[in-house]
């Protein structure tokens, strides 16, 4: 139980940082857009985008992860001892966790696009 709390929490962390960061990209674009790439194709595009595309990605990885361990890991039945304080914190969480399944198909955005290379099915999404 330990182990799966402490996973929880340093998910949360990392999600929380990692949005942080993205809004902080966008709110300080006028100094972030300052840095240029020094591949030319690159520079087309504002380095503050860069940023908070990569933190939007890692966000999707995250909540994914996120949600994997709370549903498999923090149940019931793998910690029969702490029956009372899985169901009152999935109680207090409900809420954030319905709001995050709401986002229809994340996880398999994640699976097929920001994680596994651009597959479906074992097929390229290019061709």
């Known amino acids: 139980m330990k182990a799966t709390i402490f996973t929880l929490f340093s998910l949360a962390t990392q ?34 985008n860069a940023v908070s595309g990569v933190c939007k990605i890692q966000l999707i990885i995250l909540a994914c992860s996120y949600l994997d361990e709370y549903e498999q890991q923090l149940t019931p039945i793998k ?23 709401k986002w229809k198909d994340l996880k398999k955005y994640r699976n097929q696009i920001t994680a596994h290379n651009y597959r479906i099915k074992g097929k390229s999404i290019f061709f």
Do not use: C, M, W
């Not at 029969?80 to 969480?93: G, Q």
């Open 15 to 48: 999600i929380k940082y990692t949005s942080i960061i993205g809004q902080a990209a966008i709110e300080e674009k006028h100094y972030l857009n300052q840095i240029k790439f020094k591949e030319l194709h690159y520079n087309k595009l504002p380095y503050s």
């Open 79 to 101: 910690h029969p001892e702490h029956i009372d304080s899985i169901l009152s914190f999935k109680k207090v969480t409900k809420p954030a966790i319905d709001r995050i399944k």
